[in-house]
């Protein structure tokens, strides 16, 4: 994976996601804080889906945040202090876990794809699954969208919430000959 400068489009590192005992097919979800760089990888059967932790300036991996997991981990979310990362599972829900112990803090169980932010001071966590958008702790549901396949992509800055939803097209019907 490369990693390059904002500013000015330079190559800053290339960071190795798989090394000689773990086969990794692709990465998906990436959150970034400081110099730390948490990914979320598919790997062989034996690695599984994980989170691993980077050290972005030198590339290397610190380690393996959270053990395999037995469905695609589809988005990461740090909290503002780096303190926490919320991660979504396919099928599964999202979880929180403390970035410095690896420990699970709280599940929240949904299905179906979905996305997770935490609000700019931390203090709510939004998760988008069965085709809602929720606010954590309280739960609230703040748009339902009404598709349960539906994915959300979302990013809260200062009192907004910006979130679209993926829209599919009708199937496309032959027409007869």
Same mark, same amino acid.
């Given at each position: ?5 904002v ?20 990465v998906r ?10 990914v ?18 030198? #590339? ?15 988005a ?22 403390? $970035?410095?112990? #690896? ?6 169980? $949904?299905?179906?794809? #979905?996305?997770?932010?935490?609000? +700019? ?9 069965? #085709? ?14 009404g ?14 919430? +910006? ?6 097209? +009708?199937?496309?019907?032959?027409? +007869?000959?």
């Amino acid at each position: 994976m490369k990693v390059f400068s904002v500013s000015n489009g330079a190559e800053l590192n290339l960071v190795r996601v798989g090394d000689s005992q773990d086969t990794v097919n692709y990465v998906r979800g990436l959150a970034l804080r400081n110099n730390d760089l948490f990914v979320g990888v598919c790997g062989s059967v034996s690695l599984g889906y994980r989170i691993a932790q980077f050290h972005l300036a030198t #590339g290397e991996k610190v380690r393996w945040l959270t053990g395999p997991a037995t469905t695609e981990i589809y988005a990461l979310a740090l909290s503002s202090d780096g303190s926490r990362l919320a991660f979504r599972n396919h099928y599964v829900g999202a979880t929180v876990v403390d $970035t410095v112990s #690896g420990q699970s803090l709280t599940s929240i169980p $949904t299905s179906t794809g #979905g996305n997770v932010g935490f609000s +700019p001071d931390g203090s709510r966590l939004f998760v988008s699954g069965n #085709g809602t958008l929720h606010s954590i702790p309280d739960g609230t549901a703040l748009w339902n969208i009404g598709d349960n396949w539906s994915e959300g992509f979302f990013h809260p800055m200062g009192d907004s919430l +910006p979130f679209a939803r993926r829209v599919t097209t +009708p199937p496309i019907t032959a027409l +007869p000959v």
